[in-house]
């Protein structure tokens, strides 16, 4: 099923309590069709909101939907559509991988026979061979979560919720998880929700991006511009006169890094900075570039940012 | 084809272009799959064959009816075939409800349920119905089989008494399924472990009858025996399949079969409480 929507799903004011503890503050934002990075550190809520976008979860004075339908209100209906991949290593016990994924097809209203052949297809899609005729309950953690995923397509759905889908992955399962992601949202259309306290899963998957701190939203929009907002990177090399130059674009106020002996100055410009500015300052001080090199802000640098300022605004 | 203009099939993930059923009817594949697993075990498959045993022997009773008859009436075969048919609903109900509800329980199963458009109800219904099906199976099967042979070799035996025979096998297979069914997947739901589960359903199956006649002696009430979950069934077959029923036996028993019904019910409601609003 390929959606036809631009944005998937929306909350407004969501608040979500376990208790007195309040899990959710206020969450409003868009989910829009693409892959979506749910960014935070543990706590922050992620779960939360993924539990409360499949009807998981009671909301009272919000606006949540999801698919064109409210969760709350319709949750066997949405949960029909969606395919959710649940943190914790859950299985059905005493099932093979096939079983289990065809029996999660039949929950999912398949006939007994379509779910079978459709189990077999999702787990050529994850690329699990005959150990799918093997029991669960003895599989690595690589295979479970990769059974996991097949159970999470057998029936179709136009969006996944995946939540710590790399969670307790070695580097290679994490590189087979994270190739199998992007390949179901950018070649397979597939709209998909990816929870994760990773900054590397979320850069190399995601073109959409929500970040979490404390049941609270602080970003929610495309990640390359949430990158673009921590300003860019820069490496200059001039001929002559280092520390010189690297004074005058600190008084410019750019960031600059001096590494003694090396003459590559390492330059963070501010938001809303140009490069151009290296030029003005070189031609000031009749200092001659050799080299100018540039990179797109890092996630970690934006990431690190904006959880200093919600730190400070706390 | 020739082999190097063959098309390489992409094997990636392709979308699903099926139909899927409606959501009420999810309590089917769930007690499906619980009875597929059950059928697994060889022993649980031994037991199934095993209960039509003790229908040969019945059915040699009821050939030599005229020969026995002083000794063993129509209502005495069909009470004694209930009491040794109940033991093969336990065993039936230890193989399908030990591992109901607590292995989901330990192994994360219930998110997997609920994560997909499973509720709360239809998850119960799902469950209970393996447990009610395989203790049918063991009380029904040979039971309406004994019916038909009965009917068979008497060719006077009216068909309003045979119908009435039906009736009563089914009403009780029906309320032991409630009773005995609701309380197996309580314990499953407490013990966690299936075996321990089954052990423990096997042990409160006897000492509920054991601790039934202790009260029933202390308070010098002899009825209270029919609160037991295998007592309370076997005095209401006792009364059903006399000529002369006692009411208010009946009754007793039947509110002892519900009660235990109802309290198993309630253990399963708290022990899943937080699955519950789903």
């Given at each position: 099923m390929i959606l036809e929507f631009d944005v998937i799903g929306h909350c407004n004011n969501l608040n979500q309590h376990y208790g007195a503890f309040l899990a959710l503050k206020g969450v409003s934002l868009e989910l829009q069709a693409g892959c979506t990075g749910l960014l935070g550190n543990n706590g922050a809520g992620k779960s939360t909101l993924l539990k409360t976008l499949l009807g998981q979860l009671p909301v009272q004075k919000a606006k949540v939907e999801l698919l064109g339908m409210d969760p709350a209100v319709e949750p066997l209906k949405v949960r029909q559509r969606v395919g959710y991949m649940p943190e914790r290593e859950v299985y059905?016990?005493?099932?093979?991988?096939?079983?289990?994924?065809?029996?999660?097809?039949?929950?999912?209203?398949?006939?007994?026979?379509?779910?079978?052949?459709?189990?077999?297809?999702?787990?050529?899609?994850?690329?699990?061979?005959?150990?799918?005729?093997?029991?669960?309950?003895?599989?690595?953690?690589?295979?479970?979560?990769?059974?996991?995923?097949?159970?999470?397509?057998?029936?179709?759905p136009g969006l996944l919720l995946l939540d710590e889908p790399t969670s307790g992955l070695d580097p290679e399962g994490r590189e087979m998880m994270l190739g199998l992601i992007r390949d179901l949202a950018q070649d397979r259309g597939l709209s998909i929700v990816l929870s994760t306290h990773i900054l590397q899963d979320v850069e190399r998957t995601c073109d959409w991006l929500v970040v979490l701190a404390e049941g609270q939203v602080l970003y929610s929009g495309a990640r390359k511009q949430f990158q673009a907002a921590s300003g860019s990177r820069l490496q200059v090399k001039v001929k002559t006169g280092t520390r010189t130059m690297a004074d005058l674009l600190r008084d410019a106020g750019c960031k600059v890094d001096v590494r003694p002996g090396d003459p590559?100055?390492?330059?963070?410009?501010?938001p809303g900075v140009e490069r151009d500015i290296v030029w003005t300052v070189a031609k000031r001080a009749g200092l001659q570039v050799r080299r100018l090199t540039s990179s797109e802000g890092s996630l970690d640098a934006a990431y690190a940012r904006i959880m200093q300022e919600h730190g400070d605004g706390a | 084809m020739n082999p190097d203009t063959a098309r390489i099939h992409d094997q990636g993930y392709r979308p699903f272009k099926g139909k899927l059923g409606s959501v009420r009817t999810r309590f089917w594949p769930i007690a499906v799959n619980e009875?597929?697993?059950?059928?697994?075990?060889?022993?649980?498959?031994?037991?199934?064959?095993?209960?039509?045993?003790?229908?040969?022997?019945?059915?040699?009773?009821?050939?030599?009816?005229?020969?026995?008859?002083?000794?063993?009436?129509?209502?005495q075969v069909w009470q004694n075939f209930w009491r040794t048919q109940l033991l093969f609903a336990v065993v039936a109900a230890y193989f399908t409800g030990r591992r109901a509800v607590g292995e989901d329980l330990r192994s994360g199963a219930l998110t997997l349920y609920f994560s997909r458009a499973v509720d709360f109800r239809q998850y119960l219904l799902g469950k209970w119905l393996a447990v009610a099906l395989s203790m049918g199976g063991v009380l029904l099967g040979p039971g309406l089989l004994l019916l038909v042979f009965s009917a068979a070799m008497d060719p006077d035996l009216p068909l309003s008494v045979a119908l009435s025979w039906g009736a009563i096998l089914i009403a009780l297979s029906l309320l032991f399924a409630l009773s005995a069914g609701w309380v197996v997947l309580a314990i499953s739901s407490l013990a966690g472990r299936g075996r321990a589960a089954g052990i423990v359903w096997v042990v409160v199956y006897f000492a509920s009858s054991a601790a039934a006649v202790a009260l029933s002696s202390a308070l010098n009430t002899p009825d209270l025996v029919s609160l037991g979950i295998g007592d309370g069934s076997?005095?209401?077959?006792?009364?059903?399949?006399?000529?002369?029923?006692?009411?208010?036996?009946?009754?007793?028993?039947?509110?002892?079969?519900?009660?235990?019904?109802?309290?198993?019910?309630?253990?399963?409601?708290?022990?899943?409480?937080?699955?519950?609003?789903?």
């Open positions: 059905f016990p005493d099932m093979t991988a096939v079983e289990q994924v065809a029996f999660c097809g039949q929950l999912s209203g398949m006939s007994r026979s379509d779910a079978l052949s459709r189990a077999h297809e999702s787990l050529d899609a994850v690329s699990l061979g005959e150990a799918r005729y093997r029991a669960v309950d003895g599989y690595s953690t690589g295979m479970r979560q990769r059974v996991k995923l097949a159970a999470c397509l057998v029936h179709g590559v100055l390492d330059v963070e410009l501010e | 009875l597929r697993l059950s059928f697994r075990n060889k022993w649980f498959k031994r037991l199934l064959w095993a209960s039509f045993f003790p229908l040969g022997v019945f059915s040699v009773l009821v050939l030599l009816r005229h020969v026995m008859e002083s000794m063993l009436g129509p209502s076997m005095r209401l077959a006792n009364e059903l399949f006399s000529q002369h029923a006692d009411l208010a036996t009946c009754m007793l028993s039947l509110a002892g079969q519900v009660a235990w019904a109802i309290l198993g019910a309630l253990v399963v409601l708290l022990r899943l409480a937080r699955w519950r609003r789903l």
